[in-house]
Nanobody, 130 residues
């Protein structure tokens, strides 16, 4: 059973930073999987925030987070990270990571529904508020 586990969410003030992690706990190696971060706020459609190819050669960012968020991966640790800086209240959402086998990063992020992907986690809450 594939287990993607997100961590690192929490409450932060506007302008602050958080680093989210997505780790695979069942033993599936993520080397062949593109990983994406998606978010969904109450009453809103899900959004593909950022995605990274399996070999980290390509990344994709939604316009809303460009210049503020950075996605990276450490295949040796089987973990993908999302560094979020200059957070805004509109970044408040549940953040999910998902995995797709050998998929281009932009293609992955354009499929916003979690069930469009091979695997996904349970999500971590990010709240940006003063």
């Amino acid at each position: 059973q594939v287990q993607l586990v997100e961590s690192g969410g929490g409450l932060v003030q506007p302008g602050g930073s958080l680093r989210l992690s997505c780790a695979e706990r069942s033993g599936l190696l993520l080397n062949y999987y593109a990983i994406g971060w998606f978010r969904q706020a109450p009453g809103k459609e899900p959004e593909g925030v950022s995605c990274i190819s399996n070999n980290a050669r390509s990344t994709y960012y939604a316009d809303s987070v460009k210049g503020r968020f950075t996605i990276s991966r450490d295949n040796a640790k089987n973990t993908v990270y999302l560094q979020m800086n200059s957070l805004k209240p509109e970044d408040t959402a549940v953040y999910y990571c998902a995995a797709d086998y050998l998929t281009p990063s932009q293609t992955m992020c354009n499929s916003r529904g979690l069930r469009d992907h091979d695997y996904w986690g349970q999500g971590t809450q990010v709240t940006v508020s003063s």
